[in-house]
């Protein structure tokens, strides 16, 4: 049973670009959150999606912004990349309707904004 | 606004010690707390939880204490073992489920 995966590991940008990240859930998951983790900080929450539509988001500017497919998969994108962006990219997933208590998550992105 | 907070960015202990790792937060209306372990270049993975309405929760060796009145939860690792050093980090959804907050993390080692 596969669990949580994201793609790419490392990714390198400069200001300005444009960067997608991709999340695939748990098997048997349809809600996948996205997290940002600073160095030294402890994950901060950017948005949830659920049934394809964003369901919760939190204090992140519209820079960033997503999108859930039919097979639950997600994609993080970020634009006009700040040096500020340069953090760990956390996906997790959850079974979807209704209050879920446990996340599990991915790997993380490692994206540098130089 | 950080709701969920973690004071000690590091703690050592000799292993076969007690290791407590300690989390305060601010938000009343938080009914369920959970602490996760992150290793190096892996995402937090699950250890245990402590919903409201216990003060207490045992896993093995580990075990999480909830004080409500104080807004404080504390986890307890005995024996600790050289395995256990990781970052672990406290949090809490709101009552939704839909938002977890995260503390800031305390790293652990365990001295062998």
């Known amino acids: 049973d596969a669990g949580v995966t994201q793609s790419p590991t490392h990714l390198i940008k400069t200001r300005g670009q444009q960067v997608t990240l991709r999340c695939s859930p748990k098997?048997?998951?349809?809600?996948v959150s996205w997290y940002q983790q600073a160095l030294g900080q402890g994950p901060q929450f950017i948005f949830q999606y659920y049934e394809e539509e964003e369901r919760q988001r939190g204090n992140f500017p519209d820079r960033f912004s997503g999108h859930q497919f039919p097979n639950y998969s997600s994609e993080l994108n970020v634009n006009a990349l700040l040096l500020g962006d340069s953090a760990l990219y956390l996906c997790?997933?959850?079974?979807?309707?209704?209050?879920?208590?446990?996340?599990?998550f991915g790997p993380g992105t490692r994206l540098t904004v130089l | 606004d950080q709701q969920v907070k973690q004071n000690s960015p590091s703690l050592s202990v000799q292993e076969g010690r007690i290791s407590i790792l300690n989390c305060d937060y601010t938000?009343?209306?938080?009914?369920?707390f959970l602490w996760y372990k992150k290793y190096p270049a892996e995402g937090p993975t699950f250890l245990i939880s402590?919903?409201?309405?216990?003060d207490k929760n045992e896993d093995g060796r580990f075990t999480v204490f909830l004080n409500k009145s104080a807004k404080h939860l504390s986890l307890h690792i005995v024996p600790s073992q050289p395995g256990d050093s990781a970052v672990y980090f406290c949090a809490a959804p709101t009552n939704t489920g839909n938002q977890f907050y995260f503390g800031t993390g305390t790293s652990l080692t365990v001295i062998p």
């Open positions: 997790a997933s959850s079974p979807g309707e209704g209050r879920t208590d446990t996340q599990y």
């Open positions: 938000n009343s209306m938080f009914d369920y």
């Open positions: 098997s048997g998951h349809d809600t």
């Open positions: 402590i919903s409201s309405i216990k």
